[in-house]
């Protein structure tokens, strides 16, 4: 939901319609936290398995490919989503657990309230 709002508000910013299709700014997300996490994993790719990188460099470099993607127009793939679906993974990562869910129930009494009040 995240990354498909950061790609809808770029869109919006830029002026420019177009579809978000696909789960990559939630893989985004994932692969974010689970990188920041552990960032001394070693990581390879499939066609290159001798060829191996922590996974702290791996995500920093998909970051800044999919920035130098949001500022000079590349049209491929979804930059905006896969950075909006990194930040929030990172975010829920650090402060996901105490910002959200210590203060839901709050916000669903809140919710409950006006939901009675407007049968």
Do not use: N
């Not at 809808?8 to 936290?33: D, E, F, Q, T, V």
């Not at 998909?62 to 993607?69: K, Q, R």
């Not at 210590?102 to 409950?112: F, I, K, N, S, T």
């Amino acid at each position: 939901v995240i990354s498909s709002f950061a790609s809808y508000i770029h869109k919006i910013a830029i002026g420019k319609a177009g579809l978000s299709l696909g789960a990559s700014g939630a893989l985004m997300g994932i692969l974010a936290s689970v990188c920041f996490q552990y960032p001394d994993a070693k990581l390879a790719i499939v066609f290159f398995p001798f060829f191996t990188f922590s996974a702290g460099i791996a995500i920093k470099t998909v970051i800044a490919i999919d920035t130098a993607g949001l500022f000079l127009g590349w049209k491929l793939f979804d930059h905006a989503a896969h950075l909006g679906g990194a930040l929030f993974g990172i975010g829920y990562l650090f402060y996901g657990q105490d910002a959200i869910w210590a203060h839901r129930e709050p916000l669903m009494q809140w919710w409950h309230t006006i939901r009675e009040k407007s049968k």
